[in-house]
């Protein structure tokens, strides 16, 4: 029996990889901090609850249209036209488990075979991996430490070709936690309308930031109709095992994502969707109160992991990660690279945190060592995780 050629193009993500290995390490009686997964550590607030609880015993377990209900796709219409500052009609709302497949259903939709994609590296691996199963050509912009992990603009026009077709930005960002500047965004309209290209622009953690809120490219003139904006409910109200997330579109668009949907999942599970529309109609105290300690959190991690001889970070601006570069670390220890080092801190150390290879390959000339950490945990648990980073690292 054989298994199709194509399935070989599919990559994975790194960080469910390293869940697998800490699990079997907590099974065999190890005590493993876990700073590697990226989802928050808090509980789905009590009113997003009631309303899924309320919604299956009012009997919403039923199909419901592929695009999501129609009260869903108001209520996301009114919370993206308030926080980006444009005019949104639920029509051009597609409601799906999570943000995962509404991105796969906009490259099926847009790119052809040989397309050019270009996608932030280090990025989220989701992003290379369903451009090449889906016979796209991934084309790593890289983000550099020097600008704040964000891109050169002459490199990002450098990179674009005749059959340049969509350009995805992530902003605040995974792995990183760096936000797009303004001037950032201004210059990725520009190149995406002068050329005629699509822009994902991934805004899962649009909610989660501390300095000041980052202002989203659709807001900009001439991009509204290219901009696939996604965002979902995973991260800013603590629902990933939900699976609700959702992208707004020109309607075109909007009725072939749907029209996969009704081919693949047929539609999201109709109860979660009411949750949904709590989540955006009730109060939010919950999530920013989680947004909160999140940034005591960055804080106690960026001083931590700074305090560390070997180790030097950024401030990460948003989501819930650390990027620190850990060259001098490795050296210091004679690892080879931060997949090297990801090892040493599991097994050596009672660690778990994700090297640079779980977000792309490096880039031509990248010579520095990463290594992301989420502190979507307790503070407790980054303490003791920085303290055991502390005693493996400065050996
Ligand atoms: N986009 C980015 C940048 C992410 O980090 C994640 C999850 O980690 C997702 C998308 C997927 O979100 P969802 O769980 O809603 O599918």
Known sequence: ???AKRIRRLGTEGGFEVLVQVNKL???GRDIISLA???PDFDTPQNIKDAAIKAIKDGYTHYSPSAGILPLRESIARYVSKTRGIEVDPDEVVVTPGVKPVFFNSILSCINEGDELIYPNPGYPIYESVTNFLHGKPVPLPLLEEKNFSFDVEDLQKKITPRTKM????SPHNPTGSILSYNDLKAVAEIA???????I?????YNITYDGKFQSIVSIPGMEERTILLDGFSKTYAMTGWRLGFGVMKKELAAHIARIETNVDACTATFTQYA???ALEGPQDDSLAMVEELKKRRDLIYEGLNDIKGIKCLKPKGAFYVYPNVTEACRNLNLSDSEALQQYL???????VLARSCFGQRNKGEREEYIRLSYATSRENILEGLRRIKKAVEV
């Open 1 to 3: 029996m054989q298994i």
């Open 26 to 28: 907590k099974t065999e």
């Open 37 to 39: 997964i990226g989802e």
């Open 167 to 170: 350009i995805i930005i992530n």
């Open 193 to 199: 309308i002068q050329n005629d290209i699509w822009v």
């Open 201 to 205: 622009s991934d805004e899962i953690y």
């Open 276 to 278: 949904g529309i709590e």
């Open 346 to 352: 599991l097994y050596k150390g009672n660690v778990a």
